[in-house]
């Protein structure tokens, strides 16, 4: 859109024999072009489904008698862009008082594996919503339509960077 060349990463970049003058990370863009906060929307742009937002809206308030509704993501990444940097340890998240919060897992594990291996995956990260006090709706992390729809539902999300962060910022939700 800048009539700018892009490359995903720098290896991209040299494999192309380009010595560029300069590397913009696609997150400065804003100050490239010189926007501040209020040039922001803040209606959101991404619109999930009516129904099913109302539907996880009146889900997850029966569990969370009263109390304000967090959804939580808490890994993300791949090797090859950066996870070790965006994985703190799950002890900080385990700062946040499922008796205070209702803790919702919406934690996403990628099924590259055999149908056993990807089962085990499923169950460690059923465990892991389990010991943070986290309720995990597998199916509502499968289709990333439904999870738009819970991240819209809840009060806000508590994540690291990856693809809920952006659902949640997309759908308005803090």
Partial sequence: SLGLECFPDIEAVQAAGIRPDHIIAMGSLPNVLKLERKDARTDGYLKPDADRVDYWRK?????ANGRPIITLAWKGGLPQTHKELRNPPREL????????????????????????ENFNKMKAT??????????????????????????????????????AMHLAGGTSTP
């Fill in 59 to 63: 889900t997850l308030k029966r569990v």
């Fill in 93 to 116: 998240f385990k700062t946040i008082d499922p008796a205070k919060y209702c803790l919702v897992s919406i934690q996403y594990t990628q099924y590259n594996g055999t149908p056993q």
């Fill in 126 to 163: 059923e465990a892991a919503a389990q010991e943070l006090g986290a309720f995990h709706y597998q199916p509502a992390i499968d289709d990333i339509d439904e999870q738009a729809a819970v991240i819209a539902a809840s009060d806000c999300l508590v994540t690291v960077a990856q693809t």
